[in-house]
């Protein structure tokens, strides 16, 4: 593939630049695309308004903003203030001019995963109209198990579209990012459904590594690990899914080399799928 229209990298996976760099390297690459992480805009220091600005004065278009959600917590108190904070979020995703605000939901030790879950979906149930009135979508991204512990009680496509069918509502969908999911026997079928239900909102690229040396920060390009990445590809394609493919990886290896060279990689490995 060689066409670069539907690639957009998240500022994370080239952390060690600034938004305005990336912005710049991006666009002159051919990067169609970029979804922007909270740290990056605080780095930036003119606002989520002037960054959105940046970006279209670049020609990049904001393709989505990272991250929300956090939802669950022993004391009401503690979820009421999730609530707020998801609000301030997509308040600043629409400063930016972000369609959509992706949601980490959250896990609390000390509860079960069920009763995270219902936080989850009654917290994203009391944030949705907020969202709607913004012009702003919000994403569930189902993570790999392994984060049930205190990142989300929300770890497969299943739970995911649950969520959505509970809550109901338009503005509702679901970030597919093929490392959490790759491993799920039901993910054809659940990606069928989010497709039908037309809530398949995001899709994210990367690899998982045999052996990874880092649980959170040893993701691999596309094509360097054991993900069939072409077939889960095939498989949102054939839902209609048309939206940008997001490069999103964390990697202390790849952080630590040139950055220039580095996106040269992730071209050449976005390329490379079939």
Request: aromatic content about 8%.
């Amino acid at each position: 593939m060689s066409d670069l229209s539907n690639l957009c990298i998240h500022s994370i996976t080239t952390k060690p630049w600034g938004l305005r760099e990336a912005a710049t390297k991006y666009a002159t690459a051919g990067v169609a695309g970029i979804s922007v992480w909270q740290d990056a805009v605080a780095s930036f220091g003119d606002g989520h308004r002037a960054a959105g600005e940046m970006f279209r004065s670049e020609g990049i278009d904001v393709v989505s903003y990272v991250r929300g959600g956090f939802y669950t917590a022993l004391e009401g108190a503690g979820r009421l203030k999730a609530v707020d904070d998801n609000k301030r979020i997509i308040d600043e995703a629409a400063a930016l001019g972000a369609p959509l605000v992706v949601l980490v939901c959250g896990a609390t030790p000390g509860q079960s995963l069920f009763e995270s879950r219902k936080q989850i979906t009654e917290g994203i149930a009391a944030t949705i109209q907020h969202a709607s009135d913004a012009g702003v979508k919000l994403g569930i991204e189902p993570l790999h198990p392994m984060y049930a512990d205190s990142r989300s009680a929300v770890n497969t496509m299943s739970q995911a579209n649950a969520i959505c069918d509970e809550v109901g509502h338009s503005h509702l969908g679901i970030t597919a990012d093929v490392f959490h999911i790759w491993w799920d026997d039901r993910l054809e079928e659940e990606i069928k459904i989010a497709g039908e239900k037309n809530r398949l909102f995001s899709f994210h690229i990367c690899d998982w590594k045999n052996l990874p040396e880092d649980m959170l920060n040893d993701r691999g390009l596309m094509g360097e690990g054991v993900i069939d990445i072409s077939g889960i590809r095939r498989w949102v394609n054939e839902t209609g899914f048309s939206g940008y493919e997001e490069v999103e990886i964390f990697s202390n290896k790849y952080w630590a080399m040139d950055q220039d060279d580095y996106l040269g990689q992730i071209i050449d490995a976005y390329k490379s799928l079939s």
